[in-house]
């Protein structure tokens, strides 16, 4: 019995030096959404880097932009700026590579029904900030995500030119793309990170067997899948199962176009497949996967 009272008291003496001796850890991410109402000079910080936020809510397009952020290094400003978002956005401050600087990354979405979020990065590069972005994404966007677990972070998205292409939005199932953030750049590491193809494969795959089921669009899914293998290494297993599979009846994707001007028309889904495929630089111009 002494030794629980004993126990009890210690807890609380732990407790008590918990919250007495925690420094208040400083924030490192705002995050809007919907129900975020407007704020100013809201402050971030990691390391020597220092960021104060401030949202304006808006609750239609505006030419006005609405989410300013100021940049400090080392308790010297050095930039300020400004974009426009809507419904969502942020600001958080991470080392997307790991050499020690933590970057400034700025998501905004443009509104509007799938489209488009974008990424805005500062990184620190010879004690001066250099900015890239990942263009307009879909509405799914993208995500940081350490993968492979080294303490450096992927950008993981997928590839947008295959939304609409042979399906509608809905329809559509674009295949992987995976990016590595390194010295303000990033660079296209999407085929090292074969267990992570693996799985959005087997989802494609489920969501192939379920429209299927319902007898909704097949061919948006299927393009996506064929791309998913060919970067799997496995492009002519992708090739059959699309053939066996197809939806012969949907001429969705067979337009030619030059130029914004129809041309003509592909005989099939898997010819007009095939040139997408080699536009989009997954096959080359023998149709081989590149
Ligand atoms: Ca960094
Ligand atoms: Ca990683």
Same mark, same amino acid.
């Given at each position: 019995?002494?030794?629980?009272?004993?126990?009890?008291?210690?807890?609380?003496i732990f407790l008590?030096?918990?919250?007495?001796?925690?420094?208040?850890?400083?924030?490192?991410?705002?995050?809007?959404?919907?129900?975020?109402?407007?704020?100013?000079? &809201?402050?971030?910080?990691?390391?020597?880097? &220092?960021?104060?936020?401030?949202?304006?809510?808006?609750?239609?397009?505006?030419?006005?932009?609405?989410?300013?952020?100021?940049?400090?290094?080392?308790?010297?400003?050095?930039?300020?700026?400004?974009?426009?978002?809507?419904?969502?956005?942020?600001?958080?401050?991470?080392?997307?590579?790991?050499?020690?600087?933590?970057?400034?990354?700025?998501?905004?979405?443009?509104?509007?029904?799938?489209?488009?979020?974008?990424?805005?990065?500062?990184?620190?590069?010879?004690?001066?900030?250099?900015?890239?972005?990942?263009?307009?994404?879909?509405?799914?966007?993208?995500?940081?995500?350490?993968?492979?677990?080294?303490?450096?972070?992927?950008?993981?998205?997928?590839?947008?030119?295959?939304?609409?292409?042979?399906?509608?939005?809905?329809?559509?199932?674009?295949?992987?793309?995976?990016?590595?953030?390194?010295?303000?750049?990033?660079?296209?590491?999407?085929r090292s990170y074969?267990?992570?193809?693996?799985?959005?494969?087997?989802?494609?795959?489920?969501?192939?067997?379920?429209?299927?089921?319902?007898?909704?669009?097949?061919?948006?899914?299927?393009?996506?899948?064929?791309?998913?293998?060919?970067?799997?290494? &496995?492009?002519?297993?992708?090739?059959?199962?699309?053939?066996?599979?197809?939806d012969r009846t949907?001429?969705?994707?067979?337009?030619?176009?030059?130029?914004?001007?129809?041309?003509?028309?592909?005989?099939?889904?898997?010819?007009?497949?095939?040139?997408?495929?080699?536009?989009?630089?997954?096959?080359?111009?023998?149709?081989?996967?590149?």
């Amino acid at each position: 019995m002494n030794s629980l009272i004993k126990q009890i008291s210690s807890y609380f003496i732990f407790l008590t030096l918990l919250f007495t001796t925690n420094p208040v850890i400083a924030k490192t991410a705002i995050d809007i959404d919907y129900d975020t109402t407007s704020f100013k000079n &809201e402050k971030l910080s990691l390391d020597k880097l &220092e960021v104060t936020v401030s949202y304006n809510k808006k609750e239609e397009f505006d030419e006005i932009d609405n989410l300013h952020y100021q940049i400090s290094y080392n308790g010297v400003s050095q930039l300020s700026s400004s974009v426009f978002t809507q419904f969502t956005g942020g600001v958080f401050l991470k080392d997307l590579d790991g050499n020690g600087t933590p970057e400034v990354i700025v998501r905004t979405f443009s509104g509007g029904a799938h489209c488009c979020t974008n990424y805005i990065i500062y990184t620190q590069q010879n004690n001066q900030l250099v900015k890239s972005e990942t263009g307009f994404l879909d509405s799914r966007g993208g995500s940081f995500q350490d993968l492979n677990r080294d303490g450096n972070f992927e950008f993981v998205s997928v590839d947008n030119s295959f939304l609409y292409a042979f399906s509608s939005y809905a329809g559509s199932f674009p295949p992987s793309q995976i990016y590595t953030f390194t010295n303000g750049k990033f660079e296209d590491v999407t085929r090292s990170y074969t267990q992570h193809l693996r799985s959005h494969a087997w989802e494609m795959y489920q969501a192939f067997l379920q429209s299927k089921k319902e007898q909704y669009e097949v061919n948006g899914i299927l393009a996506g899948y064929v791309a998913q293998k060919l970067l799997l290494g &496995e492009y002519e297993q992708g090739w059959k199962f699309m053939l066996a599979n197809y939806d012969r009846t949907s001429d969705w994707g067979l337009t030619i176009y030059q130029e914004d001007r129809e041309i003509g028309k592909y005989p099939n889904f898997p010819t007009a497949l095939k040139a997408f495929l080699t536009q989009q630089g997954y096959l080359d111009k023998n149709g081989q996967p590149q």
